[in-house]
């Protein structure tokens, strides 16, 4: 049995086709892409490097970190429309160090043990049914000494009134339904599960929203949505 929710797969692949339209329901996707790839690449430097982003979507992040430099970036994903999405569009911009596959985390893991130099998954695991194995398998495909970046949102009244009432309804950033409160995910647990995959974390980074501006910025308030940076001892 695949480690997916057939329902989250086909809500991602109804909307793939706008997925690079800047004021889509992906808008807040590109907008924080600036801010998460300068992170990772402060941390992992990822010029020159075997990248993979499980559960890439239409490639916001793979094509950004392969335009970085990174010598190979491998997408995946479950939902098929999103990766066509993103094929075609690395393909009309011409980056040629990307490609995308059709594979499960766990698949690839146990396909490719300890070949990517960095591993990001990023605003996934709270789609997923067993979010735990997930980061178990990004342990297992990440060399010893490389760098796992995982993000999500937090699970508390805040994040509740934020991440759902607040985006999803007032502020309608993201279609109703998108998130559901129950799978998110507390710091707390994220990094027990990472310990648990023989990861070490190493550094965390809450997201800031100002719905006036409509600006994000990173911070220390981890209280909606977070970032982790994890370290496969090597
Ligand atoms: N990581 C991308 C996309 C986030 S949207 C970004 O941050 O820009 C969430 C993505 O997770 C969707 O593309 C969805 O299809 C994918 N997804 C959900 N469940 C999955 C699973 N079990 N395996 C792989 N991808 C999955």
Request: aromatic share 8%; with cysteine.
């Amino acid at each position: 049995m695949t480690n997916a929710d057939p329902q989250e797969l086909a809500k991602f692949s109804e909307l793939a086709h706008r997925w690079w339209a800047p004021e889509s329901e992906f808008r807040p996707l590109h907008q924080i892409n600036p801010l998460r790839l300068e992170w990772i690449d402060s941390l992992a430097q990822i010029a020159g490097k075997r990248v993979v982003d499980v559960g890439c979507g239409g490639g916001i992040l793979a094509e950004a970190m392969a335009r970085k430099g990174a010598a190979q970036v491998t997408g995946t994903d479950l939902a098929l429309k999103p990766l066509r999405v993103a094929q075609l569009h690395a393909l009309e911009a011409g980056v040629q160090n990307v490609q995308y596959r059709e594979v499960s985390a766990e698949d690839l893991a146990a396909e490719a043990p300890s070949s990517f130099d960095v591993v990001t998954c990023m605003e996934m695991l709270e789609h997923v049914p067993d979010p735990a194995a997930v980061v178990q398998a990004c342990a297992q495909m990440v060399r010893p000494g490389g760098w796992v970046f995982f993000s999500t949102l937090n699970r508390n009244p805040k994040s509740f009134l934020f991440a759902i009432v607040g985006a999803e309804y007032v502020l309608r950033l993201l279609p109703r339904g998108t998130h559901e409160y129950a799978k998110f995910i507390r710091p707390s647990e994220l990094t027990r599960w990472a310990r648990e995959a023989g990861l070490a974390p190493q550094g965390m980074r809450g997201m800031g929203y100002n719905p006036v501006t409509r600006r994000y910025w990173l911070s220390t308030d981890t209280s909606v949505n977070y970032l982790v940076a994890c370290r496969r001892p090597g």
